[in-house]
């Protein structure tokens, strides 16, 4: 089975390690996206582990595409009654930036898409499928490129950054996916100590706490969420099968502690509950108090943290590049022994740390653009020329 798993651009080795580690086939990075081969019991699995993907589209078919017309005469060509079934509302997707190209705008594409899919249904049974665009139980997605169109299904359903946990009230929470790429791109792999002191909703500390018992982050998916589940191929028996083997793999305990921690109460109140709705509350430590008068919980381990900046956090500049110092300071003087990544806002005093990264990695939180800074701390930690 041809498949597709998206993420950011900038996240995308921390998706090949997982798919890699996972055992997915013909692994091939492309433009915000990985396409790789799987059974039906692997594509399961992925789904309730991969700690990275936005979202996993399983290829129909890619067809030739360089008209309105083509394509429409393409996709009539499958038989799309065989792949779902004609009381599932379904919706068509458009994705590609070079649409324009073959003169067909996006709602063009869909159009067309969409039809054909239902003269299908009509020819072969006499009903078609309703269009849903609000819950669908079927999402075609139609990529335009070079003239040819590749249609796949949508197979995840809603996004698999959604978790479940999150609690509302963070001004600036980091997405879950992207904690779990800050993770696998810093080298945490679930066995070392791990301390976030500026935890805030405690999103980078769930993820680690998950890693830590090696627990599956969409095991709690209710049925029918994921729109695999939705396609006439689907083994409900193969699923419960999997889903049984995933949940029996996770550990009894993490094999190092795993602290988060937040100068503000209401934010590691807030952690706390969200990692409670994860299931994972038992396996973490909370404290409230400053990065500056924390203390490692072990001789080594990893330090993952998203700094604050001011235009989200509310704190004035000058504020900022003496927080900043400090946890240059704090990191040196205290954290020897471990290895730590900060993601800055790419705009921030990030240099006024004053340690020289091992590597920087460019990001965006969103919409803002970060640096990934990684540090091997050890007693001669040198301090960088100031900018
Ligand atoms: C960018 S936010 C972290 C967001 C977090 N990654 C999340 O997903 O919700 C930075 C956090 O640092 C905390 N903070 C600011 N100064 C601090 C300090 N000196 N010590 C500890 N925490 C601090 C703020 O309360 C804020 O929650």
């Not at 500390?205 to 695999?228: C, D, L, S, W, Y």
Request: proline share 6%.
């Amino acid at each position: 089975m041809q498949l597709i798993a998206t993420c950011p651009e900038e996240t995308k080795p921390a998706l090949v390690l997982e798919l890699e580690a996972l055992g997915a086939l013909n692994i091939a990075p492309g433009y915000r996206a990985v396409g790789f081969e799987a059974s039906d019991a692997l594509l399961y699995e992925l789904h309730l582990k991969l700690r990275t993907a936005s979202r996993i589209l399983k290829v129909i078919k890619e067809v030739p595409a360089k008209s309105p017309e083509m394509l429409r005469s393409q996709a009539r060509r499958i038989h799309w009654n065989e792949l779902f079934d004609a009381r599932h509302g379904f919706m068509v997707e458009s994705q590609g930036d070079d649409a324009d190209k073959a003169g067909m705008a996006p709602k063009q594409i869909i159009t067309q898409v969409r039809e054909s899919i239902r003269d299908v249904f009509e020819r072969a049974q006499g009903v078609a499928p309703v269009v849903d665009r609000s819950e669908p139980k079927v999402v075609v997605v139609a990529h335009l490129r070079h003239g040819r169109c590749m249609l796949s299904f949508d197979v995840s359903g809603k996004s698999l950054h959604k978790r479940g946990y999150r609690e509302q009230g963070h001004p600036a929470p980091l997405k879950e996916t992207l904690s779990a790429a800050i993770l696998i791109m810093a080298g945490y792999d679930g066995s070392q100590a791990f301390m976030d002191p500026m935890c805030g909703s405690g999103t980078i500390a769930i993820e680690a706490a998950m890693m830590a018992v090696r627990k599956a982050p969409q095991i709690h998916r209710k049925k029918g969420e994921f729109h695999f589940e939705w396609l006439k191929d689907f083994d409900r028996d193969l699923w419960r099968a999997t889903q049984d083997r995933v949940r029996a793999e996770k550990l009894e305990a993490p094999a190092a502690p795993v602290v988060a921690s937040d100068i503000n109460p209401t934010y590691v109140a807030m952690a706390k509950k969200s990692a409670l709705d994860a299931r994972v509350e038992r396996y973490m430590t909370f404290n409230t108090g400053r990065f500056q008068d924390a203390e490692p919980p072990a001789p080594s381990g990893i330090l993952v943290t998203n700094l604050p900046y001011g235009e989200r956090i509310g704190s004035s500049e000058g504020d900022i590049v003496q927080l900043y110092e400090e946890v240059g300071d704090t990191l040196k003087q205290k954290f020897s022994g471990w290895q730590a990544a900060i993601l800055a806002a790419a705009a921030s005093p990030y240099k006024a740390i004053g340690l020289k990264p091992k590597r920087t990695i460019s990001l965006m939180n969103g919409s803002i653009p970060c640096k990934l800074l990684l540090f091997d701390l050890y007693s001669g930690s040198r301090r960088a020329v100031q900018p």
